[in-house]
């Protein structure tokens, strides 16, 4: 409680600034062990859970940065009571996603989605236990930030990792209808240049993946959202964006992930606004000609039979 109080009072942020950066990966993971050992405490009990409530998130964004090693070593050695622990004091303090994601940098998103393709399961524990607003406040933040973290994050993230946020989102479906709508053009570029990235030759399955393990119960969420019944607002540049700045890799991937997964087709076709997706595909021809020729016939043509009965 003292520690968090000094925290609070912005007493201890030249500390923080100094000393993040000089602490090394062995550090890093000393320290993840004492988190999980202390994230097992009743809330009241947790310090850091109070950390993260009082703790400037500026300040720590700019320490961070100047050590992403320091960060990729805590993250890969945490554990899933870690993770809970983590979105629970995120939901106390959303403001904190928010400054964040506008901060960090690219750099430290390269290590931090390193370190996640280590450590895979500390994902759907933090996916599934933040809070809506804790989902408006990253996309607020992504929106702010003018670095390239976003495609640094999509461009090396791996399938497992996928896997895991697809598992996290399908049991906190709310994260979803407060993030999607709040991310603007330029946020959806980066996103759709990082997905080029990993997609490329060489690079992992992480959007197939991902497709492959989106549920029908999840994929008529995200329809919904992208169906709003008001508009436009910041996401309909988002979408626009994202698939005008797709290429044919992207386009291999998605359709290798719905041939896999059939039942996501029929519950897109069900759901989507037809309109307002051919106005993005319209944008990009080289990629929906992609798409449709790595479809699987057969699995394409069940689904719409399924959409159209």
Known sequence: ??????????????????????????????????VNTDAGQPLAQS????????????????????NPDFVAGMLENLND??????????NANPATATTVAR???????????????????IIAPLVQNLSPQVGMAIAEGLNQNTTDLTTQLMANLNDQVAVEIAQGLKNNTQLITTLLPRLDANVGHE?????????????????????????PALAQVIADVM??????????????TLIQNLNAQTADAVARGLNGNAALVENILNHLDGAAMAEGLNA??????SLVGALDANALADALNAALA
Do not use: C, H
């Open 47 to 66: 310090m850091i859970r109070s950390l993260l409530v009082s703790t400037d998130a500026r300040v720590v964004a700019d320490a961070v940065n100047s």
């Open 227 to 240: 169906n709003p019944p008001t508009g436009p607002y910041p996401m309909d540049d988002f979408i626009a």
């Open 284 to 289: 990009n021809e080289a990629w929906i000609t």
């Open 191 to 215: 996103v759709a240049m990082g997905l080029n990235e990993n997609a490329g030759p060489g690079g992992g399955g992480f959007l197939q993946a991902l497709v492959e393990a989106t549920d």
């Open 1 to 34: 409680a003292v520690l968090a109080g000094i925290l609070k009072s912005g007493a201890a942020d030249a500390l923080i600034a100094g000393l993040i950066p000089l602490l090394n990966e062995g550090a890093a993971q000393a320290i993840a062990n004492g």
């Open 81 to 90: 009571t870690a993770a809970a622990a983590i979105a629970d004091g995120m």
């Open 103 to 121: 901060y960090l940098s690219g750099s430290t998103s390269r290590r931090i989605a390193d370190a996640l393709n280590a450590n895979p399961a």
